[in-house]
């Protein structure tokens, strides 16, 4: 089955840090701009974070440009989610997904989408 994996969430305090990783599953990233994306209980998923095929372009969401920073290692076939000074606004649950060209919103022509990991900001 071709997805990601997604993992790295849990519970943190605000103004905390957490990593997220996903690696894809049956698939290489080679090809592909990947994109992290969020959804919260009641919300529509949004993207937050794109990294080109190249590794040369990114782009955030405005809710967390300056707090995220994405990358990817396409030898381990993972993309990672880096989030520093979390507010209670991030709480979702984050999936990562691949597309063809490079572009954060909307998620449709996104795919490989995978379970999901938890992130949840309270004290």
């Known amino acids: 089955q071709l997805q990601f994996v997604e993992s790295g969430g849990g519970l943190v305090r605000p103004g905390g840090s957490l990593r997220l990783s996903c690696v894809a599953s049956g698939f290489t990233l080679e090809p592909y701009a990947i994109g992290w994306f969020r959804q919260a209980p009641g919300k529509e998923r949004e993207g937050v974070a794109s990294?080109?095929?190249?590794?040369?372009?990114?782009m955030y969401g405005d809710s967390v440009k300056g707090r995220f920073t994405i990358s990817r290692d396409d030898a381990k076939a993972t993309v990672y989610l880096q989030m520093n000074d979390v507010e209670p606004g991030d709480t979702a649950v984050y999936y990562c997904?691949?597309?063809?060209?490079?572009?954060?919103?909307?998620?449709?022509?996104?795919?490989?989408w995978g379970q999901g990991t938890q992130v949840t900001v309270s004290s």
């Open positions: 990294i080109s095929s190249t590794r040369t372009m990114t």
């Open positions: 997904a691949a597309a063809d060209y490079y572009y954060l919103d909307p998620p449709d022509d996104y795919r490989y």
